[in-house]
């Protein structure tokens, strides 16, 4: 008996450690992560998802990153057969009581000028500003290189050779 409670204590704590979740008024901001990236990566994608509890939408306005010079909001999407990327300045919309979630692929945070390597399993101070509940400060796990956005690995969807 005693070794199943402790098996279910490791195992609370490991799931406790491993998550990080972020809170601002009725916003809840989950798990914030980036890819690794090869040594002279100029660019990464930064991923979360935002659920909004509260009876109000918000927006999403702005990021920053610690490791990158700028940080833009972006959409990807197929457009007549061609992956096409582009800001999204006006941020995007939190509808009340729904959620944004930013993934590879589609909606995301571009983090641009990079300084440095993102190396699989550090955190790396972030924020994100909203409309409403203003600026929280988040850290952006990073993630292997084949990470996916349901936490399981998938191809490297890439920025590369995308038009913005």
Request: net charge positive; proline share 4%; hydrophobic share 45%.
């Amino acid at each position: 008996m005693r070794f199943f409670l402790f098996a279910a204590f490791v195992a609370a704590s490991l799931s406790a450690a491993s998550a990080h979740d972020y809170r601002a008024g009725d916003l809840v901001i989950e798990h914030p992560w980036t890819r690794a990236t090869p040594a002279a990566a100029p660019v990464a994608g930064g991923y979360l998802v935002v659920v909004n509890k509260g009876s109000a939408a918000d927006r999403l306005v702005s990021a920053g990153f610690e490791r990158s010079k700028t940080v833009e909001i972006h959409e990807m999407k197929q457009e007549g057969g061609v992956m096409r990327m582009r800001a999204l300045p006006a941020g995007l919309p939190i509808p009340a009581g729904g959620r944004l979630e930013l993934a590879p692929g589609g909606l995301h945070l571009m983090f641009m000028g990079l300084e440095g390597r993102l190396n699989e399993g550090e955190r790396i101070k972030g924020e994100l500003v909203f409309e409403k509940a203003g600026r929280v400060a988040v850290e952006f796990k990073v993630e292997s290189l084949g990470y996916g956005s349901k936490g399981k690995a998938e191809g490297h969807g890439g920025h590369g050779g995308h038009k913005h």
